[in-house]
């Protein structure tokens, strides 16, 4: 099983990016997806969840201003980032939950100049 994750990018405050993040190989029915993030001498930390059935969770810091959405033909899932802050710079990575295992992508940087 594989995670590809793009989108990430260098954008000023105020500014917009998409993450993407697609789950390849011998992996079915995914239940949960989800994007984290970690920042510089920071822990990880959630930014995003969505089931199966669409059911969306936000972290207080990001609600309002991101969006996440799932296409489950492609196992894909998206976070549409809007209104950028310097403090959302940080690694950004995508985990899949399926059967009994989390997945996780490589990381995508994201870097909000102020």
């Known amino acids: 099983v594989q995670l590809q994750a793009s989108g990430g990018g260098l954008v000023q405050a105020g500014g917009s990016l998409r993450l993407s993040c697609a789950a390849s190989?011998?992996?079915?029915?995914?239940?949960?997806m989800g994007w984290y993030r970690q920042a510089p001498g920071k822990e990880r930390e959630l930014v995003a969840t969505?089931?199966?059935?669409?059911?969306?969770y936000y972290a207080d810091s990001v609600k309002g201003r991101f969006t996440i959405s799932r296409d489950n033909a492609k196992n894909t899932v998206y976070l549409q980032m809007n209104s950028l802050q310097a403090e959302d710079t940080a690694v950004y990575y995508c985990?899949?939950?399926?059967?009994?295992?989390?997945?996780w992508g490589q990381g995508t940087l994201v870097t909000v100049s102020s």
């Open positions: 969505i089931t199966r059935g669409g059911g969306s």
């Open positions: 985990k899949v939950h399926s059967g009994w295992t989390d997945y």
């Open positions: 190989g011998s992996i079915f029915n995914i239940a949960s």
